[in-house]
């Protein structure tokens, strides 16, 4: 058996598939009532909407309100059964691997608000991707220069690895062999701690992802060139 707790987007499908189509319900149930232990020929995704203890042969759980899990899917042919511990709980359910994929794969959209910034590079705003960038703490962020603006030399005290996003730019730094390159989409640079860097003429949207030691943060981890 697999529990979960279904996210809002999720529900939202549950409720859409289970309205197109025939399904089954569990309900209203009364305190204590009890459904009693049955099977299905084809794998059915529970919902509960109340508070019930599922039974599945060796496996008993509370689901719903309050509950860690509010769903539970249960395989073809397996033998399970229910009882409400909350009045008026219902129990939808609809059947089928396929719908029940098409439920289980919807992910939320993520709109992504917070973003961070230095006065030291105006233009310049940075996205984490994944969790909040803490300095001296190993990070991947995005970083989203506006066009026209420019990334002045500087160096970190933590090493970075930038591959580009989007549009393209000037790479500066102190390493003869790169200065002056122009790099757009796919292209890699790698900076060691201490090394100059930055970016001049940054066109079409320049963007790129940062693996670095810990740049960003409360207190940034970058120092201007002289
Ligand atoms: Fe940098």
Redesign the pocket.
């Known amino acids: 058996m697999n529990f979960y707790r279904l996210t809002p987007a999720q529900l939202a499908m549950f409720g859409h598939l289970k309205s197109g189509e025939e399904v089954a319900n569990h309900g209203p149930l009364g305190l204590g009532q009890v459904v009693s232990t049955h099977s299905h020929s084809q794998a059915a995704l529970y919902l509960v909407q109340g508070l019930a203890e599922f039974n599945g042969g060796d496996t008993s759980r509370l689901l719903g309100i309050g509950q860690q899990d509010d769903a539970v899917l249960v395989p073809a042919h397996a033998k399970h059964a229910w009882t409400s511990r909350m009045d008026a709980t219902t129990i939808p359910h609809v059947f089928g691997m396929a719908r029940v994929e098409q439920i289980l794969a919807v992910t939320e959209m993520i709109t992504q608000t917070e973003s961070y910034a230095t006065e030291k590079l105006p233009g310049v705003r940075v996205l984490p991707l994944g969790g909040e960038p803490v300095s001296g703490i190993p990070q991947t962020v995005l970083v989203c220069v506006k066009n026209g603006c420019s ?1 002045p030399m ?1 160096s ?1 005290h933590y090493p ?1 690895t930038m591959t580009v996003a989007s549009g393209r730019a000037r790479a500066r730094t102190d390493d003869p062999a790169t200065d002056g390159r122009w790099v757009e989409r796919g292209a890699c640079l790698h ?1 060691a701690p201490g090394r100059n ?1 930055g970016f001049e003429d940054c066109a079409d949207d320049f963007s790129f992802v ?1 693996i670095n030691g810990g ?1 960003v943060g409360k207190a940034w981890d ?1 120092q201007l060139a002289a």
Do not use: D, E, K, N
Request: proline share 0%; net charge neutral; hydrophobic share 55%.
């Open positions: 990334i500087h970190h970075a900076f860097h940062s740049i970058l």
